[in-house]
């Protein structure tokens, strides 16, 4: 049977929280589950003009348990000079049991049909598997904080003559950032935030328009979940600023650790500083909130360029997961003048992947 969550209701979060914990995603061996706290539930899905009914979930006639979920969130997104407003749709999670019983088909075309009742037509989702037919396609990459702990959870292994002295050597970061006038955001940052991001994005052809009230909610730091820093020069100017959140996974099968806590690269917007600076320190930052590593998606192409040929100097190393974003039609458009209009994004936030192992 169909139900409309009310993530407001304290109980309704719990069995949400409790579906993804034991049925989202994993990686390919089983060994680590994403760990999505309820406090980061609320943060991701209750963005600026969320709506109740785009959290679509599906439960057991008889006992009334949540097996299955769905959810959308507004997103306006700028295509050349048009703005355009879609859904990005995340959280697709069907229980174990009922993987083979077509449910996610249904889920599917439920939230498709609530998003069309709002007058919305337009969607966007990610995947790490490739379907027909990415709009983009972008590499992980990911970086050791505490080499140890990821080596012991078999995230990652030696390679050969590399012993785990000379990997923590080799990973080991200062204790304090080097950016002059960097420091947490604060409220009343907002609009200058706000400013760099959208002036910074139109140099892209896809990209976000965020108002104030959306930056607020994206990027004011919030514990445990998401850490923004702003540069501010002499003159009291924003000129720079850098954002990554924080996901745990659950490790599973191990008998010492239960929990692996990573950081997820945001929005880093740079006009003065050196991207590799801020990067860097983005790592010294993640280190000293007792992040475990650090992911960052390749999404602007300067980025991708810069931290490849930086690969060994902020030991950043590639993965082998790559994420493809989509653009899904959610109305069957029948006429040609019609399809002349389809329009193509990307959304740069995305929440979800699979997490993957490497060597060092």
């Not at 589950?33 to 943060?43: G, H, I, T, V």
């Not at 924003?238 to 997820?264: G, I």
């Not at 602007?300 to 930086?310: I, L, T």
């Not at 100097?313 to 989509?326: P, V």
Request: glycine share 2%; with cysteine; hydrophobic share 45%.
């Amino acid at each position: 049977m169909w139900d409309t969550l009310d993530l407001g209701n304290a109980e309704v979060l719990k069995e949400l929280y409790t579906l993804l914990n034991e049925n989202y995603v994993e990686d390919d061996d089983n060994m680590f589950r994403f760990d999505y706290s309820p406090e980061f539930l609320l943060w991701a899905l209750r963005p600026p003009g969320w709506l109740l009914q785009w959290h679509c979930g599906v439960r057991v006639s008889s006992n009334k348990k949540l097996v299955g979920f769905i959810s959308a969130i507004p997103a306006n997104i700028r295509i050349y000079d048009s703005v355009k407003k879609m859904v990005e749709i995340n959280f697709l999670c069907v229980h174990k049991k009922l993987r083979s019983k077509r449910v996610a088909p249904v889920l599917i075309r439920e939230i498709t049909r609530r998003v069309n009742l709002e007058g919305i037509f337009q969607a966007v989702y990610t995947a790490g598997v490739v379907l027909p037919k990415p709009v983009a396609t972008c590499r992980y990459w990911h970086r050791s904080l505490n080499p140890r702990k990821l080596v012991e959870v078999k995230f990652s292994h030696l390679s050969r003559n590399m012993t785990l002295q000379r990997t923590m050597k080799l990973y080991r970061l200062p204790d304090v950032t080097k950016t002059s006038g960097l420091r947490p955001m604060e409220p009343r940052d907002v609009k200058a935030v706000r400013e760099l991001t959208n002036s910074y994005l139109k140099r892209f052809h896809l990209a976000p328009v965020m108002d104030e009230e959306e930056v607020a909610h994206w990027f004011l730091p919030k514990e445990h979940i998401v850490d923004t820093f702003v540069v501010e020069n002499s003159s009291g100017k924003l000129t720079d600023f850098l954002s990554f959140y924080t996901l745990p996974s659950t490790v599973m099968h191990h008998p010492a650790h239960k929990s692996l806590k990573a950081a997820y690269s945001f929005y880093n917007i740079h006009t003065e500083t050196p991207l590799l600076d801020l990067m860097n320190d983005a790592l010294i930052i993640a280190k000293l909130v007792r992040d475990t590593l650090l992911f960052v998606l390749c999404i602007f192409p300067s980025m991708c360029v810069k931290v490849h040929k930086a690969s060994y100097c902020i030991f950043l190393h590639t993965g082998r997961n790559h994420l493809s974003f989509f653009v899904l039609f959610v109305c069957l458009l029948s006429t040609m003048s019609q399809k002349k209009n389809l329009v193509a994004l990307f959304i740069i936030n995305s929440i979800a992947t699979k997490p993957k192992r490497h060597f060092v």
